[in-house]
């Protein structure tokens, strides 16, 4: 008796655990071009963090990030310290995959998603998240909305 009951203890607690974490996250096959400045550390972090997921990454490095978000028509509420283009989206910064999710499996007719700035405890940044993230939405004539928040 003890024999049976063990295994489904053990297959339960596993399933408890993983319904604590959430829904797992995956970019497996998603193609993520990621355009930084060659002494962004915190960029290669994010890498990292899209890689783990199952992305391809690739790094396009340049000299000034500035010329490249406003070549790409970002609006300058919406910058951070690196782009990524994925799957022909444009997102902006530390943006959790959650949103990219979103964004790639709902293919709205936007230009791209962001979350601005550098918050501390996004993708690829240090330190505690201190309030939920609020990723926006932007298209090619510079409208801007929430898309959602996290």
């Not at 930084?36 to 490095?61: F, H, Q, R, W």
């Not at 995959?97 to 964004?103: G, M, P």
């Not at 201190?130 to 004539?141: A, Q």
Request: glycine share 8%.
């Amino acid at each position: 008796m003890v024999a049976i009951m063990l295994p489904i203890v053990i297959v339960t607690s596993l399933y408890a655990v993983s319904l604590l974490k959430g829904p797992e996250l995956r970019l497996e096959g998603v193609n993520a071009v990621i355009i930084k400045d060659p002494s962004c550390t915190c960029c290669e972090e994010y890498a990292k963090y899209l890689k783990g997921l199952g992305a391809y990454v690739t790094m396009n490095i340049v000299h000034d990030i500035g010329s490249k978000l406003e070549e790409l028509r970002i609006p300058e509420n919406l910058w951070s310290c690196h782009i990524a283009i994925v799957e022909g989206y444009i997102v902006v910064g530390h943006t959790p995959a959650e949103a990219i999710e979103k964004l790639l499996n709902e293919k709205p007719p936007i230009k791209g998603i962001s979350l601005p700035g550098m918050p501390s405890g996004s993708p690829g940044m240090p330190g505690q998240k201190k309030e939920p993230f609020t990723i926006y939405s932007f298209d090619d004539k510079g409208r801007v909305n929430i898309y959602m928040v996290i």
